[in-house]
């Protein structure tokens, strides 16, 4: 079945800091690729997606490129700010009938001024 | 604001009881899914409903049932509660269904005692 692993939280940044989310897929077919942000005590938002191998979804100084090679969905930014502090969702829809999205556990960011 | 209401925000009650979940979703989807967040499972899909019709079905126990109204806006009944089903229920709407670009409500957190 489908599956999606992120890298364990909680990374704790300080503002202007690099980041980088590790995102890896299983699936069959062609999935979409997809980051949700999840501020606290809100609902998810689309922070970013990508449909196809090597296609580099880009969003808010946010990036992630589909690796079909190596399975992998990375997502990063060159300098991290105090509002970026959220929970990072890593997901994927696979291809064919099948209309849900599986999410990964989440990564919570903290960026400290 | 992401235009998908859901109803109540908070929900305390004990167990054995039934509750219901509401969902609006954003003006002309028609598609909604229901989620279920806990921090030991993470997010999981329940279930799905595109113009009145059940679409996917995941992880969704037998206590609970849902369903779509001719004016699109959704339920999701829990029955027969127990402590484990306390976690914060998630709605969300598309405009397609399986385009994965899902608009997310603020959630039902629901505290089974």
């Known amino acids: 079945g489908n599956s999606v692993t992120q890298m364990e939280g909680p990374v704790t940044l300080s503002e202007e800091a690099f980041l980088t989310i590790n995102c890896t897929y299983t699936?069959?077919?062609?999935?979409?690729l997809f980051w949700y942000v999840q501020y606290p005590g809100e609902g998810l938002q689309l922070l970013l997606k990508a449909t196809k191998a090597d296609d580099k979804g880009s969003n808010k100084g946010f990036e992630a490129t589909y690796r079909k090679e190596t399975t992998s969905f990375h997502l990063e930014k060159g300098s991290v700010q105090v509002s970026d502090s959220a929970v990072y969702f890593c997901?994927?829809?696979?291809?064919?009938?099948?209309?849900?999205?599986?999410f990964g556990k989440g990564t919570l960011l903290t960026v400290n001024p | 604001d992401s235009g998908v209401t859901q109803t109540p925000k908070h929900l305390i009650t004990a167990t054995g009881q039934r509750v219901t979940l509401r969902c609006s979703p954003r003006?002309?989807?028609?598609?909604v899914y229901w989620y279920q967040q806990s921090l030991d499972q993470g997010l999981q899909f329940l279930i799905q409903?595109?113009?009145?019709?059940?679409?996917a079905k995941g992880n969704i126990l037998e206590r609970f049932s849902a369903q779509q109204f001719p004016d699109l806006h959704s339920e999701l009944n829990l029955s027969s509660l127990e402590l484990g089903d306390s976690a914060l229920y998630f709605c969300a709407s598309s405009v397609r269904q399986g385009n994965g670009e899902l608009f997310f409500g603020e959630g039902s957190r629901l505290t089974v005692l």
């Open positions: 699936a069959t077919g062609y999935p979409s």
């Open positions: 003006s002309g989807d028609l598609s």
């Open positions: 997901a994927l829809r696979s291809g064919g009938s099948n209309y849900k999205l599986t």
């Open positions: 409903y595109y113009n009145g019709e059940e679409r």
